[in-house]
DNA sequence: CCAGGTTGGCTAAGTAGGTTAGCTTTACGG
DNA sequence: CCGTAAAGCTAACCTACTTAGCCAACCTGG
């Protein structure tokens, strides 16, 4: 029996990609074998079942969009800076349709390269509404406020929930427009 | 073998009280079937499969989220109906953690009770943006641009993506009351 | 260079969930 | 009160995940 020298960063890339080409809930264990020429067993040498693969997952996607979020907003302030990252955020849920659903899977609190990896996600959010003058609550309020928006929105629009694919785009420019008006104001009620 | 007298919709309505209780990912037809005193298999006399009975649980649910929006709005108008509206949509997912899933299932088309559910839904949200002076297709993205900010803010919090529970009221009443402004001024953009 | 030990791969076997086939028996309508 | 539609059953099989335990490939040190 060769050896094919999976390790366990191999594994979990491999993961990514056929998560990303038949879907999140269609990723399975027997699939990731046969794709790596490996009998199923033999993925227990570098993962320790299949939530752990998926929290693994979680790591690298997490990791990925955090890193995508932040250059995208890099050099651009306010609203500039708002639009980049919102189109960033789509763009990786698009183009990782597999990947997407794992970052919203909760940091192992356990796995210090995931719990960094969430911290620079939302960090990066956090940092683009210090642009708009928002510190303290009323900037714990408007990341959650903007996660939602892209979030919600992303998720539909991968579900199929729109109905006819037509315009999304303009649809989702006017919820980002409509943020970065909300984040001029804000707060926005004194409750 | 004595008849339990089951139908579909006791089968489904008990699916719900179940999925509330487990989880909507942790139902599964064995547990349904033993809560209903019931063999397994016999489930396929009233549903066709796991999948089928998801998708009538999604009809199920659809149409309670609906009738419950509905009835938060009426007799209000603009910002009042809109409050109303989103306590309503957050207050049905915490109630029913198990059934909120199944609403983001796209409606089989050839199930017409299922479909009238969606369309009352998206009625609601559309009627409460009639409100604003929305119509065409700004209302179509602004009723996107709601339905986007809702789920997405009780989706993180049922998964428990906002980190501590602290404070989220206050949190979505922020957006809430952020979505009530921008749909005062919408378009937000002439994109 | 070969002798260990470590470890990556394997097969076999068991669990849980879903599905189908086909039988039995209840319950109801004529 | 008989015949039949259908509600329930058991048995059997499939897919997916998991564990146990074996074997061989690789690496390292003597």
Redesign the interface.
Known sequence: MPRVGLNQQTVVREAARLADEVGYHQLTLAALASRLGVALPSLYKHVRGADALAQKLSALATAELATELTSAAVGRSGGDALRAMADAYRDYARRHPGRYPAT???PDPTDPEHVEAGERAVGAIFAVLRGYGLTG?DA???T??L???????V??EA????GLPR?LD??Y???V??????FR?????D?
Chains 1, 2 share one sequence.
């Open positions: 919203q899977q909760v609550d714990v309020d408007a959650r406020a996660r939602s928006a892209l979030h919600g929105f998720a539909l579900a199929g929930g729109f315009e303009r649809s420019h006017q919820l427009a409509s943020m970065d008006i909300s104001s804000w707060p926005v009620t409750a």
